[in-house]
């Protein structure tokens, strides 16, 4: 198959009115089969060790996909050489691509000053992390980056192949909206699932119990009219109250558990556990140190059932540093890639099987959304996002609604203004 050349093409600078020379974005071509699969809307995956949750060791199977499903799966399907294209897995481990549900897409940050306003998330970036299927959202700044700017990144991550949502809302009250309410957002903006919140953060706006609880009846309406998730994700800084307000929330509502989503609270063991006993669920971080956040979610996993704890990577948001002042003295960005280091920790130091730990950034979090069966899972009628690892848990390979983005560690698709 050729590859596209590079050309130069003139552009004029709309500033300047002078003539530039730039060179088009090379895209790099799949191989051969995923190509002719694209054609077809079928391939066959053959040689993948599919290793579920409740197995004692991976089981080498076919899939035949197509239509951006799972539509076969078995030990020998017996289809002809001829019926479809043919993708060789050589071996490598399958597991569910991952859902991460907190992920600033337009960039978080902005403590600091403006220079530390940290750029949105790349296609490519995001495929390398094993991700098909996220969540975004604001951070701390909704004053320069708005919900709007939110709902387009995730669009256009929609249109570039993966399965995106999005939160309304963000730091500040009343909650930054695009249609006027938090469940108007919920009921007429399809990639709209829940809102964002912040508490016990000096960043924050200082939210009351009653404010609270107002705003989850607005999520529940939203979620229950639109048939969707219709959740309070809940940033939960080191402040003294911890997820206090929660607490005291649902003690003074009939709101369900299940509409509040605390997150980042790996640092915060005692309320987690007992905000999972109650049948909540808990988002711990990977993006800060995914080696302590493993350490703490396989604690969590001695006292709790396992479902209850998802994994996201908060990845594109600022993590600054304060002195005891509250005074900043540093900044850096969370990475995707802190999700796989955090499963490899999960592995080889906390000795949790694989599907075990893959589960709390699959199945898990597919389900808490309102996702699963369509996402989380290896199963016959479920999405092909498909993620492949090798012996050293390494990402290999990766298709998301049954479109390969990255084989064999060759990365196949990037963004359209992304560069080599």
């Not at 530039?20 to 809307?41: F, I, L, Y």
């Not at 750029?119 to 390398?128: E, G, H, M, N, R």
């Not at 924050?204 to 998730?229: H, M, P, W, Y």
């Amino acid at each position: 198959m050729k590859k596209s050349s590079k050309k130069d093409v003139k552009k004029t600078d709309g500033l300047r009115g002078a003539a530039k020379t730039t060179k088009a974005v090379e895209v790099p071509q799949a191989s051969e089969a995923a190509s002719r699969a694209g054609e077809s809307q079928l391939l066959l995956i053959k040689h993948a060790r599919l290793w579920r949750r409740g197995e004692a060791k991976p089981q080498e199977l076919e899939l035949l996909i197509g239509g951006g499903k799972i539509l076969k799966l078995g030990k020998d399907l017996g289809l002809a050489k001829d019926f479809c294209p043919i993708w060789d897995a050589g071996g490598d481990l399958l597991i569910p691509a991952y859902v991460d549900q907190h992920v600033h897409i337009t960039g978080g940050g902005g403590e600091g000053g403006f220079a530390n306003q940290v750029p949105p998330i790349q296609l490519s970036t995001i495929v390398q992390g094993g991700v098909a299927t996220l969540g975004g959202l604001l951070g701390t700044d909704g004053c320069t980056r708005s919900v709007e700017n939110v709902l387009a990144k995730c669009k256009g991550l929609n249109e570039e192949g993966l399965s995106c949502f999005a939160y309304t809302g963000s730091y500040v009250l009343p909650p930054a909206t695009i249609c006027g309410s938090i469940t108007r957002d919920i009921v007429l903006i399809q990639e709209i699932i829940g809102v964002k919140v912040a508490v016990s953060d000096h960043r924050s706006c200082g939210i009351t119990d009653d404010e609270l609880i107002k705003v989850g009846f607005a999520a529940r309406q939203g979620g229950v009219l639109a048939n969707k998730a219709g959740v309070v994700h809940i940033h939960v800084g080191s402040g003294k109250d911890g997820i206090g307000l929660i607490f005291r929330a649902l003690e003074k509502s009939d709101l369900p558990i299940s509409v509040f989503r605390p997150t980042h609270m790996e640092t915060h063991f005692e309320e987690s556990l007992r905000f999972a006993r109650l049948g909540g669920y808990v988002d711990l971080t990977t993006g800060g140190k995914p080696e302590k956040t493993a350490e703490a979610l396989a604690r969590l996993l001695c006292e709790a059932p396992p479902d209850r704890f998802t994994l996201s990577s908060d990845a594109n948001g600022s993590m600054p540093r304060w002195n005891e002042r509250k005074e900043i003295i540093g900044i850096r960005a969370s990475e995707i890639a802190a999700n796989q280091a955090c499963v490899k920790a999960l592995v080889e130091d906390q000795k949790i099987p694989l599907p075990e730990a893959t589960a709390h950034l699959s199945e898990y979090p597919a389900r808490a959304l309102g996702l699963f069966p369509k996402k989380g899972i290896i199963a016959e009628g479920s999405d092909a996002d498909l993620l492949f690892l090798d012996e050293q848990l390494n990402i290999h390979s990766l298709f998301a609604r049954g479109e390969c983005f990255l084989e064999k560690g060759k990365l196949l698709r990037r963004g359209r203004f992304e560069g080599e």
